[in-house]
């Protein structure tokens, strides 16, 4: 169990995180919304997205639905969170790169 009280949090939410995000983050689908609309390229393109906070993969499950070339790679500190977003975004694989990383300690390997 981490020693950091927020990664423990998101860790203790993670299954039913979706279901909570709606109720304390006013408009959030909107904000979904909003975020998927700016990428404003053609949906057949080959683009690569990186989602810093990957939460529970809703939102990337989204946009790799509506763009079937891209490839995405999703960082976040919670493993739970991770493990709902694996879970949820299995169907992707090949296209997807989840990895467990704090970026308030550490960065990227930019790959």
């Avoid at 079937?68 to 879970?87: R, T």
């Amino acid at each position: 169990m981490s020693s950091d009280p927020v990664k423990r949090t998101f860790d203790q939410a993670a299954k039913r995180y979706d279901k909570i995000k709606v109720q304390i983050v006013p408009k959030v689908r909107d904000v979904e919304r909003l975020a998927r609309s700016y990428l404003a390229f053609p949906k057949n393109r080959r683009i690569r997205i990186l989602e810093l906070g990957t939460g529970t993969g809703k939102w990337a499950s989204g946009v790799l639905r509506e763009f079937p070339k891209a490839q995405y790679h999703g960082i976040d500190f919670s493993e739970q969170m991770l493990q709902v977003a694996s879970h949820r975004l299995k169907k992707y694989t090949g296209r997807i790169l989840l990895e467990n990383l704090d970026l308030n300690r550490e960065t990227p390997s930019g790959r």
